[in-house]
């Protein structure tokens, strides 16, 4: 920190960063990083390029699902020491299908103040801009590998009212639309959001047996977001 330069109070921010395009990192973001004591990076790489790239050069430490029980313990110290510490995950906001929570609910344990900076996260995206009902809906995360517990839960969740919202790698998600056609029908309505804010960004909306020759037809790499649509639900 330059002398002079505004302090931020001590506590752990939340700072959501792009998940594609980086010139949709907010204002706040940029500031709060700026004056960091420290950020914490699900991939010091990754993070250090962002900061970088915005031009900041602040004190990194790792913070991913491997060392997350240690370092959330870590950073709260840092927090209660009098620290402001910035956690980032990869792309997106904390917390959310990313490292985060360990960290959040130690320093609430303590009574330590965290403060969440919002920004992109591809859930938001995926539900606005879907044309699937969007006044409520539940969000699943990544779903297990394994096929069968992939089918139990789509069974379970078969006569949700409302929307369904799942994370799904470019490696399984031909398979799981396979599977959303057999559990939900061939004619349930999904909506398939690949590599949002990208240059690549493409949208697939139909039925779920229309939307996987779509994908099997065109490019199943990148990062993948599903959306089903409540079983009553028409285009």
């Known amino acids: 920190m330059e002398d002079g330069e505004r302090r931020l109070p001590a506590g752990l921010y939340l700072v959501a960063t792009p998940i594609g395009n980086l010139e949709d990192i907010t204002l706040r973001a940029i500031s709060v990083l700026r004056m960091a004591d420290g950020v914490a990076c699900e991939d010091t790489r990754t993070g250090g390029n962002l900061l970088r790239h915005l031009g900041i050069r602040r004190p990194l430490l790792s913070y991913h699902e491997h060392n997350e029980r240690q370092r959330a313990i870590q950073l709260a110290d840092a927090v209660a020491a009098g620290q402001a510490i910035a956690l980032v995950s990869d792309a997106g906001t904390p917390a959310i299908s990313d490292p985060g929570f360990r960290a959040v609910r130690e320093c609430r344990r303590r009574g330590l103040p965290v403060i969440p900076i919002p920004g992109p996260c591809a859930l938001a995206a995926a539900i606005s801009a879907a044309g699937l009902p969007s006044d409520a809906f539940l969000f699943l995360g990544f779903l297990p590998p394994r096929s069968a517990a992939r089918r139990g839960i789509l069974r379970r969740h078969g006569d949700f009212p409302h929307t369904l919202v799942i994370y799904?790698?470019?490696?399984?998600?031909?398979?799981?639309?396979?599977?959303?056609?057999?559990?939900?029908?061939?004619?349930?309505?999904?909506a398939l959001a690949r590599e949002l804010t990208k240059l690549h960004e493409t949208w697939s909306v139909g039925t779920a047996a229309a939307v996987a020759e779509i994908l099997r037809a065109g490019v199943a790499r990148g990062e993948f977001t599903v959306l089903i649509a409540p079983a009553d639900f028409e285009l």
């Open 168 to 190: 799904e790698s470019c490696h399984r998600v031909q398979k799981f639309l396979g599977e959303i056609a057999e559990e939900l029908g061939p004619g349930r309505t999904v």
